[in-house]
C-alpha cells in the first residue's frame, strides 16, 4: 500500500505500477505500508483491495473510544521528528517512543531546522534520551545540513515512518531526500495556518530498498492500550529499573519500595521522563475504562 486517501489508496503491485484501488467492505482497515491482496472489478472498472497480509509489525493508536487503529504497517524504525519551531511537546515525543519500544520497532529522533539551534533546555532532553538508548540526527530540511546523515541512519532495505507534530517538517524532509518526488509530495500537502500540512500518509521509495513513509502531523498521540508493554508501558528506564521494585506488581506510581519512582526522585530516571510514564499510566487507565468489558462473541 503506497497511499491511502480515507477510501481511496494507491497500490503498487509486482511489476512496479502504481494502481488506484479501494477497499472491498468496509470492515477492511488498510493503512499505509500493508502488503495486500487485490481483485479486478471488471464490471465497474475498479480494482479492490480484498484481503491485508499479516502484519510484521505496525504502529497503533487509540481513538477517543479507546479501541486500536492502525497508523502505518510493517515498519522496521520510526523516526520521530521535532524541531526548535513549534515547541516540541515532549510528551507526544514519549509516546511515539513508547509505541515503538512495545511494538519492538527501533526508533530514532530527527531534530530539523537545525539552522535555527537547539537552546539549553531542549539540548538537556536530547542528553536524556541518548542516555536512555534513543539517539538523534540532527538536521535542516531548509540547508540540506544533515539529511546524508538521516538517509545512513536507516539500513539498506528499511522500513521508515516519519512521525511528529504539525509543523516539524516531515514533508519537507521527504522533498529534500527525494526531490524528483516533490509533485508526488505536493498532492498530500495543503496550506494551513501559514504553513504546509501533510494530509494522508504515503510511501516512498529510497536508495538501496529503502523505504519511507511520510505521515500526518498531530497535535497529540495516545497510544494503543493493548499494544503498550503492559509494566513498563514502553519506557526503556522503566524495564530497566522495575526488577529493583519491591512488588513484582508495581505500577511504579505510588507503591513502596519503587526503584523507578526513587530513581526519578534521584534525577538517575530523569524526572520529566517519570512525569511523562505517569501522564501515559493515567491515560492507559482512562481510556481503559472508556473503552469498558469486551464483548464475547
Same mark, same amino acid.
Given at each position: 500500500? !503506497? $497511499?491511502?486517501?480515507g477510501r481511496h489508496m494507491t497500490v503498487r503491485d509486482a511489476a512496479g505500477r502504481q494502481l488506484r484501488a479501494r477497499p472491498? &467492505?468496509?470492515?477492511? @482497515? *488498510?493503512? +499505509?505500508?500493508?502488503?495486500?491482496? +487485490?481483485? $479486478?472489478?471488471?464490471?465497474?472498472?475498479?480494482?479492490?483491495? !480484498?484481503?491485508?497480509?499479516?502484519?510484521?509489525?505496525?504502529?497503533?493508536?487509540? #481513538?477517543?473510544? &479507546?479501541?486500536?487503529?492502525?497508523? *502505518?504497517? #510493517?515498519?522496521t524504525r520510526l523516526l520521530v521528528v521535532l524541531a526548535p519551531v513549534p515547541a516540541p511537546d515532549l510528551f507526544v515525543v514519549d509516546r511515539y517512543l513508547a509505541a515503538a519500544e512495545s511494538a519492538h520497532v527501533g526508533a530514532t529522533l530527527v531534530v530539523n531546522k537545525e539552522e535555527l539551534g537547539v537552546d539549553?533546555?531542549?539540548?538537556?532532553e536530547l542528553v536524556a534520551y541518548a542516555r536512555?538508548?534513543?539517539?538523534?540526527?540532527?538536521?535542516?530540511?531548509?540547508? /540540506?545540513? &544533515?539529511v546524508g546523515a538521516l538517509l545512513a541512519a536507516l539500513a539498506p532495505g528499511a @522500513?521508515?515512518?516519519? *512521525? /511528529?507534530? %504539525? /509543523?516539524?517538517g516531515k514533508s519537507s524532509l521527504v522533498a529534500r531526500l527525494l526531490p524528483e518526488e516533490r509533485l508526488a509530495i505536493g498532492e498530500? @500537502?495543503?496550506?494551513?495556518e501559514g504553513r504546509h500540512t501533510t494530509t494522508a500518509a504515503r510511501l516512498f521509495d529510497l536508495t538501496e530498498g529503502r523505504a519511507l513513509?511520510?505521515?500526518?502531523? @498531530?497535535?497529540?498521540? $495516545?497510544?494503543?492500550?493493548?499494544?503498550?508493554?503492559p509494566r513498563s508501558l514502553g519506557f526503556v528506564e522503566v524495564e530497566?529499573? %522495575?526488577?529493583? +521494585?519491591?512488588?513484582?506488581?508495581?505500577?511504579?506510581?505510588?507503591?513502596? &519500595? +519503587?526503584a523507578v519512582r526513587a530513581a526519578a526522585e534521584a534525577a538517575t530516571f530523569h524526572p520529566r521522563r517519570y512525569e511523562s510514564y505517569r501522564r501515559l499510566r493515567r491515560l492507559r487507565e482512562e481510556l481503559t475504562a472508556v473503552r469498558g468489558p469486551e464483548r464475547k462473541r
Open positions: 500500500m !503506497v $497511499a491511502t486517501f472491498f &467492505g468496509r470492515s477492511l @482497515v *488498510v493503512v +499505509c505500508g500493508d502488503e495486500v491482496r +487485490c481483485r $479486478a472489478d471488471p464490471l465497474h472498472d475498479e480494482l479492490h483491495v !480484498v484481503e491485508v497480509l499479516p502484519r510484521r509489525s505496525a504502529l497503533y493508536r487509540a #481513538n477517543a473510544r &479507546g479501541r486500536s487503529e492502525p497508523v *502505518v504497517a #510493517n515498519l539549553e533546555e531542549l539540548s538537556a536512555a538508548g534513543y539517539g538523534a540526527v540532527h538536521c535542516s530540511a531548509h540547508t /540540506g545540513v &544533515g @522500513v521508515a515512518a516519519l *512521525v /511528529g507534530q %504539525s /509543523g516539524v498530500l @500537502v495543503r496550506a494551513e513513509i511520510d505521515s500526518p502531523g @498531530v497535535r497529540d498521540f $495516545a497510544p494503543a492500550i493493548e499494544s503498550l508493554e530497566r529499573l %522495575s526488577p529493583g +521494585c519491591r512488588f513484582l506488581d508495581c505500577r511504579h506510581m505510588r507503591e513502596p &519500595g +519503587c
